[in-house]
């Protein structure tokens, strides 16, 4: 359901992605539903994986831990939320490959202790925002299809996955990094590219089938 608060959020995180998903990878869903499934049940799972490992790894800052335990834990009722819709249409939770997407964007962070959180708070804020934009675009797509479980679910994440990506931010920008701004750029510009480039697997943060 819309409402102003949720309108804004999602104006703000598409604001910051640098691209828009590809009307071609929207074409394919319907085609595709229970592997992008598959592949989204994973994202919950892995995308909770990274914040108890920035808890782990960040026991010294106080309001990072409290964003990302939240958010490990919101993560986890999706993976749950996920897992139950799967049952419910008969396909069974497998091991897929992932798309280059997530591998190639923290390939490109650095290595010192500062500016690898700086660029990991990024890329977190990335995945949430591109994440929420795709569930937006896909429900009317879903809809369109037959599929309003599915559209009903994405609906239902957005508020949650739009706060997601404010906390990836907001955790970024309170490091008050000097070359913060520059990262975020490009960042955003690699991430679009990832984005818009075709390839041969379809999956939830891939490009457009190629």
């Keep these: 359901m819309s409402t102003p608060d949720l309108d804004a959020a999602l104006s703000a995180l598409t604001t910051f992605l640098a691209a828009p998903t590809p009307s071609a990878w929207l074409a394919a869903v319907p085609g595709n539903l229970d592997l992008l499934l598959i592949d989204h049940a994973h994202c919950e799972k892995k995308a909770a994986a990274a914040a108890l490992a920035l808890i782990h790894r960040h026991p010294d800052r106080p309001e990072l831990l409290q964003r990302m335990s939240r958010l490990a834990r919101e993560e986890l009722r999706h993976f749950e939320q996920v897992l139950s819709l799967l049952g419910a249409r008969g396909v069974a939770f497998r091991e897929i490959g992932p798309p280059r997407y997530a591998a190639a964007l923290h390939a490109v962070a650095r290595r010192d202790p500062e500016g690898r959180l ?29 599929e309003v479980g599915v559209a009903r679910l994405y609906s239902g994440l957005l508020a949650s996955e739009a ?33 818009e480039t075709p390839e041969q697997e379809l999956r939830f943060h891939s490009g457009p089938p190629g």
């Design 118 to 146: 700086a660029d990991q708070l990024i890329i977190g804020a990335l995945i949430e925002a591109r994440s929420c934009e795709r569930f937006a675009a896909m429900v009317p797509v879903l809809e369109a299809a037959g």
């Design 163 to 195: 706060r997601h990506f404010q906390h990836y931010l907001d955790s970024a920008r309170s490091l008050d990094a000097p070359d913060l701004d520059a990262r975020i750029e490009a960042l955003r510009a690699l991430e679009a590219t990832l984005i």
